[in-house]
């Protein structure tokens, strides 16, 4: 069974850059893609950021664009996403997820899902 943990989460003000990463253990052979969505409170859950493990290809919200990058590490199967220039409305609980397909990430439907990190972005 893969796990994904993920850290890096935590309070920034307005303008400021937080590193997220997500560590995918376990047979980590069998993912191609993994990625990042949010979450903020009475909000929907939708994705940030996506990335192919195989063939470094790479998909990005609107609203992130110019702002966040998303990264991996193959040697140690981790993603990283770099925020910067932070937005209070980029406050959320941000969520690593990973699928066998890249664009199973994308669509919004992995199959494993980590359990979070909050981001709070103060003005």
């Known amino acids: 069974q893969v796990q994904l943990v993920e850290s890096g989460g935590g309070s920034v003000q307005a303008g400021g850059s937080l590193r997220l990463s997500c560590a995918a253990s376990r047979h980590a052979f069998s993912i191609n893609g993994m990625g990042w969505f949010r979450q903020a409170p009475g909000k929907e859950r939708e994705v940030v950021a996506a990335i192919g493990l195989r063939d470094t290809s790479t998909y990005y919200a609107d609203f992130v664009k110019g702002r966040f990058t998303i990264s991996q590490d193959n040697a140690e199967s981790t993603v990283y996403l770099q925020m910067n220039s932070l937005r209070p409305e980029d406050t959320a609980m941000y969520y690593c997820?990973?699928?066998?397909?890249?664009?199973?990430?994308?669509?919004?439907?992995?199959?494993?899902w980590g359990q979070g990190t909050q981001v709070t972005v103060s003005s």
């Open positions: 997820a990973a699928d066998q397909y890249f664009n199973g990430v994308v669509d919004g439907r992995p199959l494993l």
